[in-house]
């Protein structure tokens, strides 16, 4: 009869010594994740005419939950919607969340849940981020991780530049520059295309790259990204540039110079995104900074548990249950040999 007590309690143990740890590690992860430390570039606020989005592949069933980046602009009155399609921005509606996030004093994840899409599991998936009701702008910005390396990195500036057309130079600290972003108050494609110049002031002035921004294209308080094919050997060359917008324009600056981010190299891309999207135009070279949720399922928690952990996690179940017998023995030992 002790004997068998002695077995019945080491086998508890060793259950609850496995299954508790595994049922609160397992149930605490998203199903995909996409972050950066630190967050440097954010979108600017969420326009109805470009609505900042993203394409993403769902790995479990039961997608029920995203979550978003977002850092307050103004006013903490405003409203948002999330809606959720199928496939791409253009696919169908499968859901539709409002919600009031509130003042958020630093960038926080804002959660849309939804009734669960049971079967999610491999399918792709765009949400998209809209001011709440019939506004047309919300003072809320979605976070960015751009696809490569930060090199010139200006904090956001005091002063603002009222022109339309801007022009300045910097040296290139990186190899592969492939994208520059500028600080706008406000920037937008309504009065026509913004134009963008890159020049190569170590080879007397020669233009490297020009392009376009996509129409409609609105930026209000946060950053303009003109991206472009890498340009090789770039690290410690001078480069000029000019932007030109037929609108109204309003750019950030310090000391009277536009505030700018350097961009350079690609990075290595998921598998699982496909890269946001501004109102219909898709933008590959970024991701939105997100989480997705499914429910719960123990036979994928226990895949992707053996697929991280690997030999470590039978070493460390084989160590847990050997403890965990060496105790019994300890605690249950037989006293009537005394």
Same mark, same amino acid.
């Given at each position: 009869?002790?004997?068998?007590?002695?077995?019945?309690?080491?086998?508890? #143990?060793? #259950?609850?010594?496995?299954?508790?740890? &595994?049922? &609160?590690? #397992?149930?605490?992860?998203?199903?995909?994740?996409?972050?950066?430390?630190? &967050?440097?570039?954010?979108?600017?606020?969420?326009?109805?005419?470009?609505?900042?989005?993203?394409?993403?592949?769902?790995? =479990?069933?039961?997608?029920?939950? @995203?979550?978003?980046?977002?850092?307050?602009?103004?006013?903490?009155?405003?409203?948002?919607?999330?809606?959720?399609?199928?496939?791409?921005?253009?696919?169908?509606?499968?859901?539709?969340?409002?919600?009031?996030?509130?003042?958020?004093?630093?960038?926080?994840?804002?959660?849309?849940?939804? +009734?669960?899409?049971?079967?999610?599991?491999?399918?792709?998936?765009?949400?998209?981020? $809209?001011?709440?009701?019939?506004?047309?702008?919300?003072?809320?910005?979605?976070?960015?991780?751009?696809?490569?390396?930060?090199?010139?990195?200006?904090?956001?500036? +005091?002063?603002?530049?009222?022109?339309?057309?801007?022009?300045?130079?910097?040296?290139?600290?990186?190899?592969?520059?492939?994208?520059?972003?500028?600080?706008? +108050?406000?920037?937008?494609?309504?009065?026509?295309?913004?134009?963008?110049?890159?020049?190569?002031?170590?080879?007397?002035?020669?233009?490297?790259?020009?392009?376009? #921004?996509?129409?409609?294209?609105?930026?209000?308080?946060?950053?303009?990204?003109?991206?472009?094919?890498?340009?090789?050997?770039?690290?410690?060359?001078?480069?000029?540039?000019?932007?030109?917008?037929?609108?109204?324009?309003?750019?950030?600056?310090?000391?009277?110079?536009?505030?700018?981010?350097?961009?350079?190299?690609?990075?290595? +891309?998921?598998?699982?995104?496909? =890269?946001?999207?501004? =109102?219909?135009?898709?933008?590959?070279?970024?991701?939105?900074?997100?989480?997705?949720?499914?429910?719960?399922?123990?036979?994928?928690?226990?895949?992707?548990?053996?697929?991280?952990? =690997?030999?470590? $996690?039978?070493?460390? @179940?084989?160590?847990?249950?050997?403890?965990?017998?060496?105790?019994?023995?300890?605690?249950?030992?037989?006293?009537?040999?005394?």
């Amino acid at each position: 009869m002790l004997r068998t007590s002695k077995l019945i309690w080491s086998v508890g #143990l060793i #259950l609850i010594g496995l299954v508790l740890p &595994l049922w &609160l590690g #397992l149930t605490g992860h998203p199903d995909l994740s996409v972050s950066v430390r630190p &967050l440097r570039t954010h979108a600017g606020a969420i326009q109805r005419d470009a609505a900042p989005g993203q394409t993403f592949r769902c790995e =479990g069933q039961g997608l029920e939950r @995203i979550e978003v980046a977002l850092v307050s602009l103004g006013s903490p009155e405003d409203g948002l919607e999330l809606v959720l399609r199928a496939e791409s921005v253009k696919g169908e509606v499968l859901r539709r969340v409002s919600l009031y996030p509130g003042e958020l004093t630093a960038p926080e994840f804002v959660s849309f849940s939804f +009734e669960p899409i049971e079967e999610s599991a491999g399918r792709w998936f765009h949400f998209q981020l $809209l001011p709440n009701g019939e506004r047309t702008i919300a003072n809320y910005s979605p976070w960015i991780r751009f696809h490569g390396q930060t090199g010139r990195d200006d904090p956001w500036g +005091e002063t603002s530049l009222h022109e339309q057309v801007v022009r300045n130079y910097f040296q290139s600290p990186l190899g592969d520059l492939r994208a520059l972003g500028i600080a706008c +108050e406000f920037l937008s494609t309504e009065g026509g295309a913004i134009h963008f110049e890159l020049w190569d002031l170590d080879d007397g002035g020669k233009t490297r790259r020009e392009l376009t #921004l996509p129409t409609p294209s609105v930026v209000h308080n946060g950053y303009a990204f003109f991206d472009f094919e890498p340009v090789p050997e770039s690290k410690g060359r001078n480069y000029g540039y000019r932007i030109k917008s037929k609108g109204p324009a309003r750019f950030n600056a310090r000391f009277g110079k536009p505030t700018i981010k350097t961009l350079h190299g690609v990075a290595a +891309e998921l598998s699982s995104l496909r =890269g946001m999207s501004s =109102g219909n135009h898709s933008l590959g070279s970024r991701d939105l900074v997100f989480q997705t949720w499914t429910s719960f399922d123990w036979e994928r928690g226990l895949r992707l548990a053996l697929a991280r952990a =690997g030999w470590r $996690l039978w070493a460390a @179940i084989a160590c847990w249950a050997f403890a965990v017998y060496a105790l019994g023995r300890f605690l249950f030992r037989d006293t009537r040999a005394e």
